[in-house]
């Protein structure tokens, strides 16, 4: 495991947040431009666009924001996890767990108890994060299979009131 300085990104981090995001997913800026995106609106929180730095450098990154689950007229605030991104070279090494676990810690603080996500069914379960339709949530933005479809509950029975519809901002869709 390398162990790296998990802080929050600040304005002079962008240009590396970008590059992280771009090699991460394959030389596309398709996630890179999407974190641009999310940060220019109301739904960022800026505690939680995290960066993982190694000897000065930055190698990886983690953005949760916020989103709503809806409900007919109710409509519950929550955390959605996208993107995040280890570079290459670094990848399998326990940052991505390292920045992982920081940002749900301070969802935790920051009073935000359900996080979800559409990500590898194989990666997330060891943080928590379970299949969301059984759980009574619903994603109809993406058509996606219901395993990949997650929500990590941090605080016990905190579902149990929150049912309905996860809705993702506007910036998700370029
Ligand atoms: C996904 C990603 C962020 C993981 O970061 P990482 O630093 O490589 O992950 P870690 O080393 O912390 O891995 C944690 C655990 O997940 C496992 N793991 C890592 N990548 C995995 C993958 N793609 N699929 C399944 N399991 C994976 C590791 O074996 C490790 O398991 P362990 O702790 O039980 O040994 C990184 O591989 C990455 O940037 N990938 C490209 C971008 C991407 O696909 N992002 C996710 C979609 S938003």
Known sequence: ??????????????????????????????????????????????????????????????????????????????????????????????????LIQEGLERCRQLGYYVVLLIGHPSYYPKFGFKPARPLGLELKQFEVPDDVFMVCELKDNELLHIQGELIYPVAFFG
């Open 1 to 98: 495991m390398t162990v790296v300085l998990i802080r929050t990104e600040n304005e002079r981090d962008y240009d590396q947040v970008y590059k992280v995001n771009y090699a991460a997913f394959g030389n596309r800026e398709d996630e890179a431009k999407l974190v641009e995106r999310i940060r220019a609106t109301p739904y960022f929180v800026p505690q939680l666009s995290l960066v993982a730095e190694l000897d000065g450098e930055i190698v990886g990154h983690l953005l949760l924001s916020r989103a709503e689950i809806v409900n007919g007229t109710e409509c519950h605030e929550v955390i959605v996890l996208a993107p995040i991104a280890v570079k290459p070279a670094h990848q399998k090494h326990g940052i991505g767990r390292q």
